[in-house]
């Protein structure tokens, strides 16, 4: 493998021990090697998790950053040096039918889901003024729908043990310039957060996670910098920030955080 795999590798242990059968992740939005999807799927992987995960290869090629050959291939690669079992699943969420598509291959290929970890998006730059009418039905069909169509599949469908079964969303603040990306985001938010109470007799717990602006490859110099001239720590945020809260929120330690909105984001401000 050519890859840096720091990103999915690293000399800690994992938080907590978790059943001798290994319990199943469902990641959504893990289309490069470099992004946040990529660094929580390995994080989970190391700390006991089978994984699977979601592409969505024509988002990435109509990006700045441009499509990345190979990723999903590299990243299950990668999960199995963990010792997970892996399924990836290339799917449009924007497409009403997708998540039941997605967790019907997920429980053939692994069994059923304990933890929904969703990273996947729509984000293309656009405000109050030159937003379209199809841009912005996409942003809520993906970020919104389809967050709310893959908890109702969780929820249905949900056989864990109670007490161990986790719904995380990733969010963001960002509204200005980013217009249907940020109110999408809000929604999901509230659908997520939902779940902390309707899916109380399962057992499960649900929380939001803001990580901030997180560098995987998309930040020019001036958003750096400025980045940097926000953040107490002085530094970027990484993938690797946002995969160990994720892992503690569904490690056994993690239980009592229910219904929460978390800032992980280094004090930026």
């Given amino acids: ?27 959504t939005g893990v289309g ?16 006991g998790w089978d994984i699977a995960f979601t592409y969505w290869t024509a988002y990435d090629e109509r990006m700045a950053w441009g499509g990345e050959p190979g990723a999903a291939a590299t990243i299950t ?5 963990e010792g997970a079992a892996t399924t990836a699943v290339e799917a449009d969420l924007a497409d009403p039918d997708a998540p039941a598509r997605v967790f019907d291959e ?34 809520f069909a993906v970020n919104a729908r389809a967050t709310w169509l893959l908890i109702r599949e969780y929820g249905l469908r949900c056989a864990s043990a109670p007490g161990s079964g986790r719904i ?25 957060l939902a779940a902390s109470h309707e899916l109380a007799h399962l057992g499960v717990t649900a929380n939001v996670i803001n990580p901030g602006p997180v560098d995987t490859g998309w930040m020019t110099d001036d958003v750096r910098e400025h980045v940097l001239g926000r953040t107490p720590l002085s530094r ?34």
């Fill in 168 to 192: 995380i969303g990733l969010t963001s603040d960002h509204t200005v310039g980013n217009l249907p990306y940020g109110a999408s985001k809000g929604a999901l938010d509230r659908i997520t």
């Fill in 236 to 269: 970027l945020g990484t993938p690797r920030d946002t995969a160990h809260l994720v892992d503690f929120l569904c490690s056994p330690q993690g239980q009592w955080v229910n219904g929460q909105l978390l800032m992980s984001n280094g004090g930026f401000a």
């Fill in 77 to 81: 690669d990668a999960l199995a040096e």
């Fill in 1 to 27: 493998m050519t890859t840096n795999n720091d990103q999915y590798r690293s000399a800690e242990p994992a938080r907590s021990p978790l059943p001798a059968t290994r319990p199943v992740a469902l990641v």
């Fill in 106 to 139: 997920v429980e053939r290929a692994l069994g059923g889901v304990t933890a929904l970890v969703m990273c996947h998006c729509e984000s293309v730059d656009s405000g109050l003024l030159d937003t379209t009418v199809e841009s912005f039905d996409r942003h």
């Fill in 32 to 47: 490069r090697t470099a992004g946040i999807g990529a660094g929580i799927a390995g994080r989970l992987a190391r700390s």
